[in-house]
């Protein structure tokens, strides 16, 4: 007999912001609790989710995703009227929203999403501090990863 897979997609990463990887430095990363409404947790599961333009914003010392775009499924929403973008409860200490309202009250910092992700049966956010790259450091940034390619190619032709 044949055993059940596991679901690939209940396991391990839903979705990544690499804009924000390209756009900020990151300064400290967070992990996160997301407070979400059956329909969006099925279509988690099914993976259809996207936080390009997502962002952190502080509102009576609560912590809010704002902008993550969560389709609705055809069979899951039917009863449902679903707003793909509401903004979402993230679920973190009090001390950690202080420290985080503190830095993000500083002229040059603020809070975006790096990913959601499952964690056992939970679908946590993973948010960081940011600070906003500049031009130069994009450019400096992304030579970087070509020349580490480059070696890589080099390397893997001596080698074979």
Known sequence: MNKPKKSTSSS?????NKKARHDYHIIDKYEAGVALAGWEVKSLRAGKCQLVDAYVV????EAWLISAHISPLQ???THVIAD?????KLLLHRKEIGK???KVAQTSFSCVPLAIYWKGNKIKCEIALVQGKKEYDKRATEKDRDWSRQKQRV?????G
Not at 12 to 16: F, Y
Not at 84 to 88: A, C, D
Not at 155 to 159: D, G, L, M, Q, S
């Open 75 to 77: 069979t899951a929403s």
């Open 100 to 102: 985080l309202m503190g």
């Open 58 to 61: 502080f509102k009576n010392e």
């Open 155 to 159: 390397v893997r032709e001596h080698a």
């Open 84 to 88: 793909p973008v509401r903004p979402r």
């Open 12 to 16: 391990g990463t839903i979705a990544l």
